[in-house]
């Protein structure tokens, strides 16, 4: 399976600041994913990072507010912009690829506070 | 609405008991997946069954898949305090443009 590693790990920040998560993958994979998960609840997919090409956005996020960055196969960014409270949240990247493609594998997560 | 509905919630059993965790979903798929969360932690992958299978085995991991019912159940033998996490179930669906979508997730507590 793949080996993906985020940072940061964790993060407190201010309201009205932007932070950006990055997600490293060990191998080249096709498709990269984001995911939040607020407090108690399940995971949410924010995006589909394309390489080469504009991130794909789910129902009710928007660019603007979550840009993403996919420069090569194995890296990916997103940031998530002007925060508020409500986007205390842990932040997941996920590959699919490799030899069982349909498995998704995550990463450890970015745990956001935003105060 | 949700594609993958969870069931119990939470879930509290005795270390060597075993634990089963059920999964409803609304439309066709193409797989389901089970994941386990420590602890608001990364996901980790545990058992892929595909639409045309009815039963796996991974260790002390059971996982069936009822189609006609479109549900799936997870079962943990023998349990130990470590397997104490939130489970998740989520679908591979056409209807979703193969994108998994995930189940609310049943917290598990094996008590020692």
């Known amino acids: 399976s793949a080996v993906i590693s985020q940072k940061p790990s964790r993060d407190i920040c201010q309201r009205g600041t932007s932070l950006t998560i990055q997600c490293q993958v060990d191998?080249?994979?096709?498709?990269m994913f984001w995911y939040r998960q607020q407090p108690g609840q399940s995971l949410t997919l924010i995006a589909t990072a394309n390489q080469g090409s504009e991130a794909t956005y789910e129902s009710g996020f928007v660019i603007d507010k979550f840009p993403i960055s996919r420069p090569n196969l194995t890296f990916s960014t997103l940031t998530v912009s002007n925060m508020s409270p409500e986007d205390s949240s842990i932040y997941l990247c996920s590959v699919e690829g490799g030899p069982r493609t349909d498995t998704q594998y995550f990463g450890p997560g970015t745990r956001l506070t935003v105060l | 609405s949700q594609q993958g509905e969870e069931d119990p919630q939470a879930l509290s059993i005795q270390e060597g008991e075993n634990a089963t965790m059920n999964c409803s979903y609304k439309t066709s798929i193409n797989n389901l997946q089970w994941y386990r969360q420590n602890s608001g932690r990364g996901l980790v992958h545990l058992i892929l069954i595909r639409s045309n299978e009815r039963e796996k085995h991974s260790g002390r991991l059971r996982v069936t898949l009822d189609t006609s019912k479109k549900s799936s159940s997870l079962l943990i033998t023998a349990s130990r305090a470590a397997d104490t996490a939130s489970y998740f179930c989520?679908?591979?669906?056409?209807?979703?443009?193969?994108?998994?979508?995930f189940g609310a997730g049943t917290i598990l507590r094996v008590k020692s």
């Open positions: 191998s080249q994979v096709t498709m």
């Open positions: 989520a679908t591979d669906a056409m209807e979703y443009g193969n994108k998994l979508v």
